[in-house]
């Protein structure tokens, strides 16, 4: 049956074709989904295989320290963080978040210190990434905008790079953009079971790293945009109140069992101070640009020598914040040269990471190398000078078109890190979450470029035959 007509005249469809049209559209979604993952996953296991054994050579201080606790917990279980007396308990573990080494544990449990399975967990969790910002911008835009968005992260060496690393940036970008989809999903009609999840992701990011912290009410500040008047305090709390019941478990062991008020982890006013000693190239401010100096000097100033073992034993809490203090002196002495300084920095967090090593296939076979040079050829197009365009082209289209709840979805948690993390030592790593929704925009400028194109191209009347046929 096509249908019938209306006392109006005007067609309605029958209902048993408007259940295969949606059964139609659901497949579809679901064929693409796979497509995406699968062409994620491969793309990360073809990285790995290639360059697992060079790893190790990057971040190698920084992967020891999580590697350190995660065989503290191994070896004395999950309950000896809230043990003051363990040495799962030591200070100078709180440089980071426990979240990554309890993973870590946990999968060193199943599979003996194999690096190997937590590079492929890592992969596969990086590709559900992709999956969730096909969705995300198939929820405000058409699906072949969420389908090249997916495709982008999918490819991205950017993002199969950092995915095989032994370090948990990957891993956090995953919990905010499932956070700020979920809120994408309830912007027409607020569902507070959904906000406190999105809560609840976001303090999950902050197990594996703590850069996430004030996202949640940071995030808050955006629902004036998108809900009503009568709805934005209680989803304001209610976001709040999921990412704070979250990390609240962090924050208690800290007070156990240090005593202390640290809400995740330490080493803020170390980063602060380093990062601004990065910018002053004279050296005039006489700040230290590494640990060692940075604990050297604490010893020689305090006439400690003890201090110049460690970053936080003994008196790391007292030692941190005296860092802090210091750092601000100086932003207070100097606030337009700050100033400039978090410009830059923002900038370039804007830059996509040169990665330092790209897809690479080792088999001699003909398949293998027309299959390397095509990944090759695709991974190249990963370039500031290419992907920025295309933003500011989909960030320009959305402006034109006055839809500003969606593009203040969509650069809630760019803005979120621009602001925090300018005013601290940045690494690509750090801020890795912000080109996902980049590349949302970005698919929507190749989808209304290419729609332009096709315009130009082809005359109304033949693609209105091309239709009818």
Request: aromatic share 10%; charged share 15%; proline share 5%.
């Amino acid at each position: 049956m096509k249908g019938r007509e209306n006392g109006d005249g005007a067609k309605v469809n029958h209902p048993a074709t408007e259940i295969r049209r949606a059964t139609a559209a659901s497949r579809r979604r679901i064929l693409i989904l796979v497509l995406i993952f699968f062409t994620a996953l491969g793309v990360r296991l073809l990285n790995w295989q290639s360059h697992r054994t060079k790893v190790s050579e990057v971040q190698t201080y920084v992967v020891l320290n999580y590697k350190h606790p995660a065989k503290l917990i191994y070896q004395n279980g999950f309950a000896s963080l809230y043990d003051a007396s363990s040495s799962t308990s030591n200070p100078d573990l709180l440089g980071h978040p426990p979240g990554y080494p309890i993973l870590l544990s946990f999968i060193y449990k199943v599979f003996p210190a194999s690096d190997s399975a937590v590079q492929i967990l890592q992969a596969a969790l990086d590709s559900l990434c992709a999956l969730i910002l096909f969705l995300l911008a198939a929820e405000f835009f058409p699906l072949a905008v969420g389908t090249i968005a997916g495709l982008m992260a999918a490819f991205a060496p950017q993002f199969s790079w950092n995915a095989i690393q032994l370090l948990p940036d990957s891993l956090a970008a995953l919990p905010i953009l499932l956070a700020i989809y979920l809120i994408a999903r309830t912007r027409d009609r607020p569902r507070m079971l959904s906000i406190l999840i999105a809560g609840m992701l976001i303090g999950v990011s902050c197990w594996l790293r703590a850069n996430a912290l004030l996202l949640a009410p940071f995030t808050a500040l955006l629902f004036p945009a998108i809900f009503r008047r009568d709805q934005r305090l209680r989803a304001a709390l209610t976001l709040i109140g999921g990412a704070c019941l979250v990390i609240a478990p962090l924050t208690i062991r800290n007070a156990v069992v240090f005593g202390k008020f640290i809400p995740v982890s330490l080493g803020a006013g170390q980063t602060l101070i380093e990062g601004i000693a990065d910018y002053n190239t004279d050296s005039s401010l006489g700040l230290p640009q590494t640990d060692i100096e940075l604990i050297r000097g604490e010893a020689i100033v305090y006439n400690r020598p003890d201090y110049a073992n460690s970053l936080f034993t003994p008196d790391g809490v007292e030692r941190d914040r005296a860092r802090t203090a210091r750092g601000l002196a100086v932003i207070r002495a100097h606030p337009l040269w700050f100033a400039g300084v978090m410009v830059r920095r923002a900038t370039s967090m804007l830059r996509l990471e040169r990665t330092p090593l790209r897809l690479e296939v080792t088999s001699s076979g003909d398949v293998a190398r027309l299959l390397h040079s095509m990944l090759r050829g695709i991974q190249k197009l990963f370039m500031t000078a290419i992907i920025l365009p295309l933003v500011l082209v989909g960030a320009s289209m959305l402006i034109y078109k006055r839809h500003f709840q969606t593009l203040a979805i969509l650069l809630v948690v760019p803005f979120y890190y621009l602001c925090t993390q300018s005013a601290l030592h940045t690494e690509y790593r750090y801020v890795l979450v912000i080109h996902y929704f980049l590349f949302v925009l970005a698919a929507l400028g190749v989808y209304r470029i290419v729609c332009k194109i096709t315009q130009l191209l082809i005359k109304p009347s033949d693609l209105l035959t091309l239709l009818d046929t």
